[in-house]
Protein backbone atom coordinates (compact mmCIF):
# COMPACT_ATOMS: atom_id res chain seq x y z
CA UNK A 1 0.00 0.00 0.00
CA UNK A 2 3.03 2.15 1.01
CA UNK A 3 4.75 1.53 -2.64
CA UNK A 4 1.10 2.23 -4.46
CA UNK A 5 0.90 5.79 -2.17
CA UNK A 6 4.57 6.33 -3.22
CA UNK A 7 4.17 5.82 -6.71
CA UNK A 8 0.96 7.96 -7.23
CA UNK A 9 2.97 11.00 -5.59
CA UNK A 10 5.33 10.71 -8.23
CA UNK A 11 3.08 10.60 -11.05
CA UNK A 12 1.49 13.48 -9.75
CA UNK A 13 4.33 15.15 -9.72
CA UNK A 14 5.70 14.56 -13.29
CA UNK A 15 2.56 16.74 -13.60
CA UNK A 16 3.78 19.70 -12.96
CA UNK A 17 7.07 20.07 -15.36
CA UNK A 18 6.31 22.54 -18.20
CA UNK A 19 6.00 26.11 -19.34
CA UNK A 20 2.87 27.76 -18.11
CA UNK A 21 1.95 31.34 -18.60
CA UNK A 22 -0.39 33.82 -17.15
CA UNK A 23 -0.83 37.10 -15.33
CA UNK A 24 0.06 37.97 -11.95
CA UNK A 25 -2.65 39.87 -10.21
CA UNK A 26 -0.40 42.31 -7.62
CA UNK A 27 -3.57 44.71 -6.81
CA UNK A 28 -3.48 47.70 -6.97
CA UNK A 29 -0.28 47.52 -9.09
CA UNK A 30 -2.54 45.90 -11.88
CA UNK A 31 -1.78 42.53 -13.73
CA UNK A 32 1.64 41.50 -15.81
CA UNK A 33 2.15 38.96 -18.10
CA UNK A 34 4.56 36.47 -16.64
CA UNK A 35 6.07 33.07 -17.52
CA UNK A 36 6.81 30.10 -15.34
CA UNK A 37 9.21 27.22 -16.52
CA UNK A 38 9.53 24.30 -13.92
CA UNK A 39 11.87 20.86 -14.66
CA UNK A 40 11.63 18.32 -11.86
CA UNK A 41 13.58 15.03 -11.13
CA UNK A 42 11.15 12.77 -8.70
CA UNK A 43 10.17 16.15 -6.16
CA UNK A 44 13.28 18.07 -6.98
CA UNK A 45 12.53 21.28 -9.03
CA UNK A 46 14.25 23.84 -10.97
CA UNK A 47 13.37 26.80 -12.61
CA UNK A 48 12.70 29.93 -13.17
CA UNK A 49 9.73 32.70 -12.93
CA UNK A 50 10.23 36.09 -15.13
CA UNK A 51 13.76 35.81 -15.39
CA UNK A 52 14.60 34.85 -11.68
CA UNK A 53 15.61 31.50 -10.45
CA UNK A 54 13.37 29.72 -8.48
CA UNK A 55 14.88 28.93 -5.03
CA UNK A 56 13.68 26.70 -1.95
CA UNK A 57 11.15 24.78 -4.74
CA UNK A 58 8.73 21.37 -3.12
CA UNK A 59 6.90 19.41 -4.79
CA UNK A 60 4.99 17.23 -2.64
CA UNK A 61 2.29 15.61 -4.60
CA UNK A 62 0.05 18.61 -6.81
CA UNK A 63 1.16 21.67 -4.24
CA UNK A 64 4.02 23.46 -5.48
CA UNK A 65 6.22 25.89 -3.29
CA UNK A 66 9.23 28.11 -4.28
CA UNK A 67 10.57 31.30 -3.17
CA UNK A 68 12.47 34.34 -5.71
CA UNK A 69 14.47 37.03 -5.04
CA UNK A 70 12.60 40.10 -5.85
CA UNK A 71 15.56 42.90 -5.73
CA UNK A 72 13.46 45.07 -3.73
CA UNK A 73 15.25 46.39 -0.47
CA UNK A 74 12.19 46.43 1.85
CA UNK A 75 10.62 42.63 0.49
CA UNK A 76 13.57 40.93 -1.00
CA UNK A 77 11.83 37.75 -1.47
CA UNK A 78 8.68 36.56 -2.34
CA UNK A 79 7.18 33.06 -1.99
CA UNK A 80 4.88 31.18 -4.40
CA UNK A 81 2.31 28.40 -3.17
CA UNK A 82 -0.48 27.10 -4.55
CA UNK A 83 -1.74 23.21 -6.16
CA UNK A 84 -1.87 22.28 -9.96
CA UNK A 85 -4.60 20.71 -11.05
CA UNK A 86 -4.21 19.00 -14.74
CA UNK A 87 -2.94 22.16 -17.13
CA UNK A 88 -3.90 24.91 -14.53
CA UNK A 89 -1.46 26.09 -11.41
CA UNK A 90 -2.76 28.54 -8.99
CA UNK A 91 -0.46 30.27 -6.86
CA UNK A 92 -0.72 32.82 -4.09
CA UNK A 93 2.63 35.04 -3.95
CA UNK A 94 3.67 36.34 0.20
CA UNK A 95 6.44 38.97 1.01
CA UNK A 96 7.48 39.59 4.36
CA UNK A 97 8.75 43.96 4.40
CA UNK A 98 12.42 43.64 5.70
CA UNK A 99 12.20 43.79 9.76
CA UNK A 100 8.71 42.12 9.89
CA UNK A 101 7.92 38.15 11.30
CA UNK A 102 4.35 38.55 9.11
CA UNK A 103 4.03 37.88 5.83
CA UNK A 104 1.85 40.37 3.37
CA UNK A 105 -0.04 38.53 0.48
CA UNK A 106 1.41 40.19 -2.95
CA UNK A 107 -0.84 39.08 -5.25
CA UNK A 108 -2.07 35.97 -7.47
CA UNK A 109 -1.28 34.15 -9.87
CA UNK A 110 -3.17 31.67 -12.16
CA UNK A 111 -0.51 29.64 -14.85
CA UNK A 112 -1.57 27.81 -17.87
CA UNK A 113 0.36 25.28 -19.07
CA UNK A 114 1.76 25.73 -22.57
CA UNK A 115 1.35 23.13 -25.16
Not at 26 to 34: F, H, I, L, P, Q
Not at 101 to 107: E, F, L, N, S
Request: glycine share 14%; no cysteine; proline share 1%.
Amino acid sequence: MVLVASIALLVAAANVGGVWHGQIDAGAKGKRDVTLTLKHEGTKLTGSIGGAEIQDAKLDGDEVSFTISTGFTDMPKWEFRGKADGDVLNLVIRGKLVGSTDTTKVGDVTLMRGR
